[in-house]
């Protein structure tokens, strides 16, 4: 069975850093377009970051210089690392994998979602 | 505010059709990326429903239908049910953001 499962969420101060994990099963994360996709609350999704099978990694804007996203092949696990977070930042991160292997391809693997929690 | 544009909400009653528009720009469905729908009900992650523009993964009712013109795309549901109550988001490829873009999401509700 093919899953993504997340963790690594959890309440945390403004200013600090918290890094997730997403570990797949029954696919490769080497071999698929993995993203980071939230949802604030009360909120729509709203896409964070993408790591090419090629190696190739992209953000949002509202991301970019704060989380890094990298993957461990041999684990074969998808991370994402949050620093400087912010209040804004709060939200259901979920892991989704672009199984056909291209970013123009849909979203068609998804994990359940980790929360993550910025208050003082 | 999403570059892809959804209203916020729509609604019929069991039995009838309603249609969901997204509308983006030249740099993204104007610029033949191919548009995807999500079905999300709360806590739960987001479903798969049309990619490509008009095809369904298996398992998805042909009740649900979608379709892409221009800079523009449409998600159909026939028939609506109770179980449809949910929150739907189109998806897709944004060149000048060089990422994946969201539609600020509709949510349907059936009277």
């Keep these: ?120 | 505010q999403s570059v892809l544009t959804q209203p916020p909400s729509v609604s019929g009653a069991p039995g009838q059709r309603v249609t969901i528009s997204c509308t983006g720009s030249s740099s993204n469905i104007g610029a033949q990326y191919a548009v995807h729908w999500y079905q999300h009900l709360p806590g739960t992650a987001p479903k798969l429903l049309i990619f490509e523009n008009i095809h369904r993964p298996s398992g998805v009712p042909d009740r649900f239908s979608g379709s892409k013109s221009g800079i523009s795309a449409s998600l159909a549901i026939s028939g609506l049910q109770s179980e449809d109550e949910a929150d739907y988001y189109c998806q897709t490829y944004d060149s000048s953001l060089a990422g994946l873009i969201f539609g600020g999401g509709t949510k349907l509700t059936v009277l």
């Design chain 1, 1 to 120: 069975e093919v899953q993504l499962v997340e963790s690594g969420g959890g309440l945390i101060q403004p200013g600090e850093s918290l890094r997730l994990s997403c570990a797949a099963s029954g696919l490769s994360v080497s071999s698929n377009y993995m993203n980071w996709v939230r949802q604030a609350p009360g909120k729509g999704l709203e896409w964070v970051s993408i790591f090419y099978s090629g190696g190739n990694t992209y953000y949002a804007d509202s991301v970019k210089g704060r989380f890094t996203i990298s993957r461990d092949n041999s684990n074969n696990t998808l991370y994402l690392q949050m620093n400087s977070l912010r209040a804004e930042d709060t939200a259901i991160y979920y892991c989704a994998a672009q199984s056909s292997g291209w970013y123009g391809e849909p979203l068609d693997i998804w994990g359940q979602g980790t929360m993550v929690t910025v208050s003082s």
